[in-house]
């Protein structure tokens, strides 16, 4: 095998401990060592007792300025965090260099949202159920006022002023807002309430 710069005897024992005891493929483990001569290009001649924290977070920097993605960066900081928990198992090494280095986090997709047609169209439907009716009437409520999930659940009936097209919500901290309800809601509301039947002032709005 031709050894990894720098760590060679150390890291070859490692990738012969993942393909005859750990019975890793052939792709694993020719993975493993893509990974672990890039690291050991970055660090030289540096042996593996050598290593410290500092190199591995360099390591990760050059990473991303080179425009790896965070998963890719990940992948790789595995890779040499796995190389140095079996240098730590078999008493060559007191502690993980790699053990405290996180790649950079993932950009969060932003949820994808409806464009007006789409939101349009929703809100054009009617149906008889009454299960579609009380869904119609949240979200026509949730998107015409504002309203975050958990304040729309909390609403009662009481909370409600449809005559003046107001909702009395109770957010973040107990504190309580005066909403304004649009009439699409406000019709929404008040098929739903139609539909429901009878209900006193302190049941929940949406059943």
Known sequence: MNAVAGMDADAERFLDHLTVERRASAHTVAAYRRDLTRFAGE?????????????????????????LSPRSIARHLSSVRS???????????????????????????????????????????????????????MLELLYGSGLRLAELVAIDIRDLDLANGFVTVTGKGNKTRVVPIGETARNGIQTWLDRRGEASGRDPLFT
């Open 83 to 137: 190389f140095f928990d079996y240098l730590v198992r078999h008493g060559e090494l007191g502690a993980n260099p790699a053990s405290g280095v996180r790649a950079p986090k993932q950009r969060q997709r932003l949820p994808k949202t409806m464009d007006p047609d789409q939101t349009a169209q929703l809100f054009s439907e009617r149906t008889e159920s009454a299960i579609d009716v009380r869904v119609l009437g």
């Open 43 to 67: 660090v030289g001649s540096i042996s593996s007792a050598g290593v410290k924290s500092d190199h591995v977070r360099e390591f990760a920097g050059r990473l991303h300025a080179r425009g």
